[in-house]
């Protein structure tokens, strides 16, 4: 009897929240906290997604150190320290202390300090290794054996194909054993001498290799406050961002933010977008370069995917299909442009950028069901989210036709008042609690009355010019109501909001989509709430984002699990989520950059402040932001008034 084939599983990511990892992209480097790459599992140095460097193993006296600390010291190094006992001198204390600091770029610098009260003759070798592995590959479980190495001018190289590799140190080594893998040096060192290793590891032949890294679009902002942890987070998220740059390859002048390392250094275009709109407060370059970016991928043609910003499928967890990460690429385009007008991009980038805005609402006007809604995929659920993305992008984009002196910005907003009312009629799901709205409807029509993290997007109304926000799909009851459940324990963790209602059936507190909070998510709940006037629930939630935060070393994951804060605990991290990630790391900007409520209107030559109530972090600085191209800082005093220090000469303070 014939049994059934069970499905193909798909293979599991390795854990790497254990990992410390650097990028520069497309540089990247995994290590393991006691920092020797051994060889096995993901570790290593990686260009482009290819392996270079997959075991790097230090013995120092013929001994392996004894692993002290592994530490990061910032988002492209990382730094080991570690002691080794010779048995130079009596006792049990070490004798020679070893630090390595790693970079993302593939340097390694090893030093070694002597403690010993005598001179002292220390054999050192590093064995070396690799498989030129794809990272994809290694992470399948799919890398293949270990290459035989060649002898290089200062070190050993391997290639495989078109790959190769080389590991060249200085000083050079004493003794080079190629079949062997080994580099091998005997220093002297006097009492408390040190010496000091550099290992190069690149793709090219040559000592030194340009990096290929992008002019950071991003500017090097700062915030200050009574909360000294402010200062940190939003220190760390803008690092991550610049060290997540990469280049388009269709113009080598424009980079945007890959989506996270180490599975996603690359362009994903919804959230290398919604990083960059995140990210406005630090300029309009980053936002410019990224939709130019999206402006070439464009379907052109005609037809139902016509003006469509292609992408691909994303898990939605287990209660709907995979949405398409395309459509929402391709509402936010219009929306996108539209704030970074407002933020300062010149006119003439605007110009260039809107036809592709155009386009983009062209296809959103072919793309509504015979319901109205907007299906994601096609033929697919109506997702609350993908109805508020489209609800912005008709009414920020009616807004950016209108400044352009363009047509159609009035048939956009009867569009949206009239998409406006059909949500409030078949999205909200009445109850004794009252009501909510359902996270999606199936394409039969049913409501899943689902309460999920993406409802925080339906608070996310967009700015306009004059320092007005756009109007949102709830009305003022319902908003009201949305802010409730968005505070209540079952969706606030107390580190962030949950991905799904604690009670919801098929509910994970690590669950992709299902309830791990994704700091992205939270941040837009903060500043729709800040927004709407409901800035007790958006204060509470900015709090537990920053105590995780500072849980994470201030590198917020994509995701970590939700479970419930109780005194002493600290939020657990998912083993496979990406760390650093662009909308995690622009999540610190968003919500920080909230506190001042910054809402400029650059093209009248205004920019008007409203700042949370009650200042929930304290007194609070932020400087060399950018407002129409100009260095802008403001500072918010402890009663919450808000006051402009800095700004373009042309910059008049209203709304």
């Not at 994903?268 to 370069?289: D, H, K, N, V, Y």
Request: proline share 9%.
């Amino acid at each position: 009897m014939a049994h059934p084939v069970p499905p193909a599983r798909r293979p599991e990511l390795p854990p790497v929240h254990g990992a410390l990892i650097c990028v520069a992209a497309p540089c990247l480097v995994i290590s393991p906290e006691h920092g020797q790459l051994t060889g096995r599992g993901i570790d290593g140095i990686y260009r482009s997604g290819r392996r270079l460097l997959s075991r790097c193993v230090l013995r120092v006296g013929g001994r392996d150190p004894v692993a002290v600390q592994g530490r990061s010291l910032g988002s492209d190094r990382a730094a080991f320290t570690a002691t080794v006992r010779t048995g130079a001198e009596a006792g049990p204390d070490p004798d020679i202390g070893v630090e390595r600091v790693r970079h993302a770029d593939g340097t390694e610098r090893i030093t070694l300090r002597s403690y010993t009260s005598r001179p002292v003759r220390l054999p050192v070798e590093v064995s070396l290794g690799t498989d030129l592995a794809e990272l994809a590959a290694v992470a399948a479980g799919r890398a293949g054996p270990e290459l035989p190495a060649g002898v290089h001018a200062a070190g050993l190289r391997w290639s495989s194909g078109e790959a190769q590799a080389v590991t060249a140190a200085e000083p050079p080594p004493d003794d080079v054993l190629a079949s062997a893998g080994l580099l091998r040096w005997q220093l002297e060192l006097g009492p408390g001498e040190s010496r000091t290793i550099e290992l190069r590891t690149r793709q090219e032949r040559t000592a030194r290799a340009p990096a290929g890294r992008v002019a950071n679009p991003l500017a090097a902002a700062r915030a200050e406050g009574d909360d000294a942890r402010v200062e940190a987070w939003f220190r760390t998220s803008i690092e991550d961002l610049g060290a997540l740059l990469m280049r388009d390859r269709g113009d080598p002048a424009d980079a945007f933010v890959a989506a996270g390392v180490p599975w996603r250094l690359g362009l994903a275009p919804a959230e290398s977008l919604w990083a960059a709109r995140m990210a406005l407060p630090l300029g309009t370059g980053l936002a410019g370069a990224t939709l130019r970016t999206l402006a070439r991928t464009q379907t052109g043609g005609r037809g139902p995917e016509a003006g469509k910003i292609p992408g691909q499928l994303r898990a939605a967890g287990p209660q709907l299909p995979p949405g398409c990460t395309g459509i929402e690429a391709t509402l936010a385009f219009p929306a996108v442009l539209a704030e970074a007008r407002l933020w300062g991009m010149p006119e003439e980038e605007v110009a260039r950028l809107l036809p592709a805005a155009e386009r983009c609402l062209d296809w959103l006007r072919s793309a509504l069901g015979q319901d109205g809604f907007l299906a994601d995929p096609d033929r697919g659920p109506r997702r609350c989210e993908t109805q508020a993305h489209a609800h912005r992008a008709a009414l920020l984009g009616a807004d950016l036709l209108c400044g352009c002196g363009r047509p159609g910005a009035e048939e956009w907003r009867e569009w949206a008042a009239a998409l406006r009312r059909r949500f409030q009629d078949g999205f909200w799901v009445d109850g004794p609690d009252g009501g909510r709205p359902a996270a999606a409807l199936h394409p039969d029509g049913r409501p899943l009355p689902r309460l999920t993290g993406a409802a925080a997007h339906l608070l996310d109304t967009g700015l306009l010019g004059g320092a007005r926000l756009a109007p949102g799909l709830l009305d003022r009851t319902r908003t009201e109501q949305l802010a409730r459940l968005l505070r209540a324990p079952a969706m606030d963790s107390g580190w962030g909001l949950r991905g799904m209602a604690a009670r919801e059936p098929g509910h994970n507190p690590f669950g992709h989509r299902s309830g791990a909070v994704r700091p992205y998510e939270s941040a837009v709940a903060v500043v729709g709430l800040a927004r709407a006037g409901f800035e007790k629930e958006a204060a509470g939630l900015l709090r537990g984002l920053l105590d995780a935060a500072e849980s994470f070393g201030y590198r917020l994951p994509e995701m970590y699990a939700a479970e419930q804060r109780t005194a002493g605990s600290a939020p657990l991290p998912h083993p496979a989520a990406c760390r650093p990630a662009a909308v995690a790391a622009a999540a610190g900007v968003h919500a920080l950059t909230a506190l001042a409520g910054i809402r400029p209107d650059a093209p009248a030559g205004t920019v008007a402040l409203v700042p949370l109530t009650g200042a929930p972090l304290g007194a609070l600085r932020l400087s060399d932001l950018r407002v129409a191209g100009k260095p802008f800082a403001v500072r918010i005093s402890r009663l919450g008034l808000g006051m402009v220090e800095e700004a373009a000469d042309a910059l008049q303070l209203g709304g």
